[in-house]
């Protein structure tokens, strides 16, 4: 059975930081590439971080490059985001998804709220 579950999300202040986890189990993690989305209300899905299976190449989006990093570790089955310097615009329901590369296959998780607010 496939799961992918994120944790860490909560309430911080404008300038502090959150480091979420997203474990995953029922697949060989190894051999998936990681990102994460974010989706904030009345807005679209948004890739934040992404990572590949050997953590060889990382990708970020414009909006949270030199805040934000994305790590991996095959040997926890766990892909984690470190967020630092964070701003209102950053709260949003943030998803772990898990993707095969070369294919079509993804798997995502249920989501963790992320609440940038003072």
């Known amino acids: 059975q496939v799961q992918v579950v994120e944790s860490g999300g909560g309430l911080v202040q404008p300038g502090g930081s959150l480091r979420l986890s997203c474990t995953a189990s029922g697949f060989t993690f190894s051999s998936w590439a990681m990102s994460w989305y974010r989706q904030a209300p009345g807005k679209e899905r948004e890739l934040v971080a992404s990572?590949?299976?050997?953590?060889?190449?990382?990708h970020y989006a414009e909006s949270v490059k030199g805040r934000f990093t994305i790590s991996r570790d095959n040997a926890r089955n766990t892909v984690y985001l470190q967020m630092n310097s964070l701003k209102l615009e950053d709260t949003a329901v943030y998803f772990c998804?898990?993707?095969?590369?070369?294919?079509?296959?993804?798997?995502w998780g249920q989501g963790t709220q992320v609440t940038v607010s003072s």
């Open positions: 998804k898990a993707a095969l590369p070369a294919t079509s296959n993804s798997y």
């Open positions: 990572i590949t299976t050997t953590a060889g190449r990382v």
